[in-house]
């Protein structure tokens, strides 16, 4: 399988990786690979492992880049390199395995990740405001945190910097006020890190 892009200017992979100097990260290039081994299997397929991936040379916005893929032994294993003018720029290995109903797997998989960033918000309040006989486990994420748990201002601009830290997000304090819930917390923060992908 071969395939020919150019790195779009606007794309959001540049946004987040140094403005003032925009380079693609490992990650877009391999999501390139994916698309492109996907597009030519017709079918959707899902990243199972990676292997032997080496990066050689930094790609810009507006490069055109040449993707060659070939199908190993093994079903749904690539050998993939990814060339700029000749030069190499990224190889190695990758494996796949069909997906069936994706729609149903990624609701599946968003649901695990927001489950696991409210309990780990639950953590972060609990240890703030040192809460007894709570654990992030049973801790009502519907819960209005100002008006049934007691959080104060003080504790919520607290509360916003741990999680500025501990996601690399930031919450701007126009935003406090509608941080009522562990939940809306945890949605807040998942569409933060979705926009800045």
């Not at 597009?39 to 055109?64: D, H, S």
Request: aromatic letters at 6%; hydrophobic letters at 40%; glycine letters at 6%.
């Amino acid at each position: 399988m071969n395939a020919r892009v150019t790195t779009d200017r606007d794309s959001p992979w540049f946004s987040g990786h140094f403005p003032e100097d925009p380079i693609l990260p490992g990650i877009g290039l391999l999501n390139m690979v994916a698309d492109c081994i996907a597009a030519a299997k017709e079918e959707t397929i899902v990243m199972a492992g990676l292997g032997r991936v080496k990066f050689r040379k930094i790609v810009r916005p507006g490069e055109q880049l040449d993707i060659l893929a070939t199908s190993d032994n093994k079903r749904d294993q690539y050998t993939f390199r990814i060339t700029s003018g000749g030069q190499d720029v990224c190889s190695g290995i990758m494996r796949f395995t069909p997906q069936e109903n994706p729609q149903v797997n990624n609701s599946e998989v968003m649901s695990n990740e927001i489950s696991q960033t409210i309990t780990r918000i639950a953590a972060i309040i609990i240890d703030e405001l040192k809460l007894e006989d709570v654990t992030p486990e049973t801790f009502d994420a519907d819960l209005d945190l100002v008006d049934e748990v007691g959080i104060d201002s003080m504790d919520l601009a607290t509360i916003a910097l741990v999680l500025r830290d501990e996601y690399g997000i930031r919450i701007d304090e126009d935003d406090y006020p509608k941080l009522t819930t562990v939940r809306i917390i945890a949605e807040y923060i998942d569409n933060k890190l979705k926009s800045s992908e």
